[in-house]
């Protein structure tokens, strides 16, 4: 019998958000990406479109501005997205961060913590 892998859904990334119409956002995602829900993002100043957080970049998507709350295939060029910018539990599982060392992981969720986005850990 084969076994039916689902990927994560909504539900599976979000427990808790205030109000969405202030939780959310749409943002456009900068195109050559293809993000998955959960992915943790920054904006770049110069164009103020989103894409992958990277801390070690310096066109300011070193700074995290929010977790998709929808797959966004910008491959081709850029798309809208959902965004959750603010005031949310995520759990831990469901939230698709860049290969970060423990001091950058801390970073970055203190990063999420200053938005009112908290990581709980089995959720």
């Given at each position: ?8 859904n909504?539900g ?7 109000s969405?119409l ?9 195109s050559?990406?293809?993000?998955k829900?959960g ?6 100043t110069?164009t103020?479109l989103v894409?992958q ?10 700074g ?24 949310a539990?995520l759990?831990?599982h ?5 290969s970060?060392?423990e001091?950058?992981?801390a ?5 999420l913590?200053?938005?009112g986005?908290i ?5």
């Amino acid at each position: 019998m084969s076994v039916a892998i689902e990927p994560n859904n909504l539900g599976d990334l979000l427990k808790y958000e205030t109000s969405n119409l202030y939780s959310r956002e749409a943002v456009d995602v900068a195109s050559g990406q293809n993000l998955k829900l959960g992915t943790v993002v920054g904006r770049v100043t110069e164009t103020g479109l989103v894409k992958q957080f990277d801390p070690l970049a310096t066109d300011g998507s070193e700074g995290i501005i929010g977790v998709l709350l929808e797959d966004c295939d910008a491959s081709s060029g850029s798309k809208k997205a959902l965004m959750l910018t603010r005031e949310a539990i995520l759990a831990d599982h469901a939230v698709i961060w860049p290969s970060l060392t423990e001091e950058q992981e801390a970073a970055a969720i203190a990063q999420l913590e200053s938005r009112g986005i908290i990581i709980r850990k089995g959720v």
